[in-house]
């Protein structure tokens, strides 16, 4: 399984054992409220209402969950460091432009799960006289025809997101890969469905068997959710 925490773009060779410690491992968070979490911007979301999802396995999950926590709480050292460095003058350092770049990997890796998350769960259709249902038909020619196609994208090689974005400009909905959290996004587009595919989200129970993961997301989809996005 990829380290998601990895020295990416040299980032800890610059830094070396200062700042840029903290990045390391999975930090296990408890949902419980302390007056120290209180304290932060951001605060991991429960998600335990999955657990028992057909498809996926507790195991599986709970490491998820885990993976997502530590984005937040990366996020939020990362912010207080920052914070930091700016009322100390030290915005023109290399170790504060690492950073700021790192943040971006972090708060995405962070809202990125919080969307996948939330968008699971569910065990209906998609309403097929439903806003998104009649988007996707104007758009893709059908569900079918954008079924296959986000299908598609997600079983590309590589690791990344499948997410279906919808254009905030002319409201066009259209399937993109993204390679990592923080490129790729496209701008001026809000996020209707997202699909991980890095191999966190579906060795445990699948292996190499991607096409078999991305066969029980599709199977709870939690629609309604999906179809509240849609603007």
Excluded at 106 to 118: I, V
Excluded at 141 to 159: A, D, P, S
Excluded at 186 to 205: K, Q, S, T
Aim: positive net charge; charged residues 25%.
């Amino acid at each position: 399984m990829k380290n998601l925490y990895s020295n990416r773009r040299g980032f800890l060779t610059l830094l070396g054992t200062g700042i840029g410690s903290f990045l390391f491992g999975l930090p296990k968070i408890s949902l419980t409220k302390t007056r120290k979490e209180e304290k932060m911007a951001y605060t991991a979301k429960d998600y335990s209402r999955l657990l028992g999802m057909q498809g996926f396995s507790e195991t599986l999950l709970k490491n998820h969950f885990t993976l997502y926590q530590g984005y937040v709480t990366n996020t939020n050292k990362l912010m207080e460091t920052l914070g930091q460095m700016l009322k100390e003058g030290k915005t023109g350092t290399p170790e504060f432009a690492e950073l700021k770049r790192r943040f971006g990997w972090e708060f995405n890796g962070m809202r990125l799960h919080e969307y996948y998350f939330e968008n699971l769960g569910g065990k209906g259709a998609l309403e097929k006289t439903g806003r998104l249902s009649k988007k996707l038909a104007e758009d893709f020619g059908g569900y079918e025809n954008w079924e296959k196609e986000l299908k598609g994208v997600g079983t590309m090689r590589g690791i990344g997101w499948g997410v279906l974005y919808q254009d905030s400009s002319n409201g066009k909905l259209i399937n993109f890969w993204i390679n990592e959290h923080d490129v790729g996004h496209p701008a001026g587009c809000n996020p209707i469905l997202i699909l991980d595919v890095f191999e966190h989200a579906f060795m445990i129970d699948y292996g190499l068997k991607r096409a078999d993961y991305i066969e029980a997301f599709f199977k709870n989809i939690d629609w309604k959710t999906a179809e509240g996005r849609v603007k």
